[in-house]
């Protein structure tokens, strides 16, 4: 494999899938430096994708595959960035952008992280809110199983509510 | 907090004891915390971001936690002490010299937790530890980000977990990063080849202060680059794996050398103490080129009356800021070279071992 800009050895691949429409192109190490893929900024933590020349790269190498066009427009209800903005810096104003870009998005985490959902640590309030909603339910079928006298699945229920709660 | 009394202190990242400690000099675990309901560090109103700042002192003063962390304010600190802090690998340099407004670090005792306010996102944190130690360091600051947790709202999402400002850090919002000491591979060439395999598993390699592709000397870091679709032990063990493999290669390389030149290598390191020892003007980079040299040296037996620890000592000392502070007085680029050969001839004269 060469590099689509020079013909070196490529060692650099991306892959973009927009709306089902793959796209891939190879960079060779100079060129993906010249093209300031890797952010190197002093002091950080380690290197990361430049987001913006990420964008912009992909904006170079010919027509895009249907972006939807109104990506572009986004803007986040919450603090007033607009998508553009983002591609620009590479940094998001607030947490509602994350629901406000989220077609824009997610193409950009599958690329960076070669996924599309947190799979570690949840916080603890957010598992007792999930735990809550869970035991009203099963109440709340508990209760209507015993109105329609299904006293079986009742019973079998309030052994999830039990289980449930003593997990806490 | 006088930072000042740090200045004696090794630091935990230091201390040159922990696990394969021949190799692995520290351990270094971050996590990227957000606040909910309010818009990111890089575009909160200053009023939003003394906001932030107040909510989060809070929760660092009153968490649960079996230690003290005492806050710094970073505005308030000196353009020295602020260098002083980046050296001390305790702040970002973004945080000590590019940013603005309120914001600040907070810092245990050990030096071995610290929890930025207000950088890219409204917490960093992060835990340091000597030698390999990655299950452990995790345990650290799991717990401490529970503890954190307890007092404030985090930004959470249920798709994409831990929201943070760039996207290249959601999900866990962590970053493991094992800080190596590579000088066999170096010498025989092959770390050109151990870097490239790390690049095509997604672990990112840079050298200390992340200046491209030069390490000074032969330290290396190495990180994750995906933080989302995998849970934090995953990721962990990953690195974990790739460093053993990293760590057979550098004692295999060092053992090579011993075998094939010993006389060579022995006259290296009584060069490098010689030089050290003997010149009047001298620059960081040379500094850890020989200390490297040195290190080396020690771990290979080749000199025996030299601690691990004092190279370290040396190595933190000789720093830009940690000079000036040990001078009493700010000096240029010239002046610095020259305080620095002084204070290395002083302190080797000191130890004994400026015999070459």
């Known amino acids: 494999m060469t590099c689509q800009f020079c013909d070196a050895a490529a060692t650099v691949t991306l892959t973009e899938i927009v709306n089902k429409h793959k796209r891939v192109l190879r960079l060779c190490d100079r060129c993906a430096k010249k093209k300031k893929l890797f952010a190197d900024a002093p002091g950080a933590a380690s290197p990361q994708v430049d987001v913006p020349a990420l964008l912009s790269l992909f904006g170079a190498a010919g027509p895009a595959p249907a972006a939807p066009p109104e990506t572009a427009a986004l803007t ?91 997990a806490e | 907090m006088n930072l000042d009394s740090l200045l004696p202190n090794l630091g935990e990242w230091l201390r040159g004891t922990g696990p394969e400690s021949d190799v692995v000099v520290s351990t270094r675990i971050r996590l990227a915390r957000n606040l909910a309901g309010f818009p990111f560090a890089n575009r909160a109103a200053p009023a939003q971001k003394a906001e932030t700042a107040a909510k989060a002192r809070d929760a660092l003063a009153k968490a649960d936690l079996p230690y003290q962390l005492d ?71 799991d717990k401490l980000d529970d503890a954190l947790e307890a007092r404030l709202g985090y930004a959470f999402h249920d798709q994409f977990g ?90 295999q390389a060092r053992n090579a050398l011993l075998k094939e030149r010993r006389q060579a290598e022995q006259d290296r390191v009584a060069r490098a103490i010689g030089t050290l020892g003997s010149a009047t003007m001298i620059t960081s980079e040379e500094t850890m080129e020989l200390l490297s040299a ?32 040990l001078m009493g007085q700010p000096l240029d680029g010239e002046e610095r070279n020259a305080a620095r050969a002084k204070y290395l001839k002083a302190k080797l004269r000191e130890l004994g071992s400026a015999r070459p």
């Not at chain 1, 989220?102 to 949840?122: C, M, N, S, V, Y």
């Not at chain 1, 809550?132 to 699945?153: C, F, K, N, Q, S």
């Not at chain 2, 353009?79 to 702040?91: A, G, I, K």
């Not at chain 2, 601690?307 to 190595?315: E, G, I, M, S």
């Open chain 1, 76 to 166: 986040c209800p919450d603090c007033g960035l607009q998508y553009g903005e983002f591609r620009a810096t590479g940094r998001l104003g607030c947490p509602a952008e994350y629901d406000a870009f989220r077609p824009a998005l997610e193409p950009l985490l599958a690329r960076i992280h070669r996924a599309d959902a947190h799979a570690g640590k949840t916080p603890r309030a957010v598992r007792a809110a999930r735990r809550g909603e869970r035991l009203d339910e099963l109440r709340r079928r508990m209760a209507a199983a015993a109105r329609a006298e299904d006293y079986e699945e009742a019973a079998r229920l309030r052994d999830e509510v039990r289980q449930e709660e003593a």
């Open chain 2, 162 to 251: 831990f929201l943070t400002a760039c996207p290249t850090n959601v999900g866990t919002g962590m970053r493991a990063s094992v800080m190596l000491h590579l000088p066999a591979l170096g010498l025989t060439k092959q770390i050109e080849k151990v870097f490239r395999a790390l690049q095509k598993i997604n672990l990112a390699v840079r050298g200390l202060h992340g200046e491209g592709s030069r390490a000074f000397g032969d330290l290396y870091q190495i990180s994750n680059q995906v933080t989302l679709g995998k849970s934090e032990p995953k990721i962990l063990s990953e690195i974990g794996e790739v460093i053993e493999t990293i760590l057979q290669y550098e004692r």
């Open chain 2, 294 to 325: 040195v290190r080396l040296g020690i771990h290979q037996r080749l000199i025996e009356d030299l601690p691990a620890t004092t190279v370290n000592q040396l190595f933190i000392h000789t720093q830009a800021a940690h000079l000036q502070k």
């Open chain 2, 71 to 141: 806050y710094v304010d970073v505005p308030a600190l000196s353009p020295l002490d602020r260098q002083f802090l980046v050296e001390r690998q305790l702040v970002s340099r973004e945080l000590a010299t590019v940013l603005e407004g309120p914001r600040g670090v907070a810092l245990d005792q050990k030096e071995s937790v610290s929890v930025m306010v207000n950088e890219e996102d409204h917490l960093r944190l992060q835990v340091l530890r000597s030698g390999l130690a990655l299950t452990e360091a995790w345990e650290d600051i």
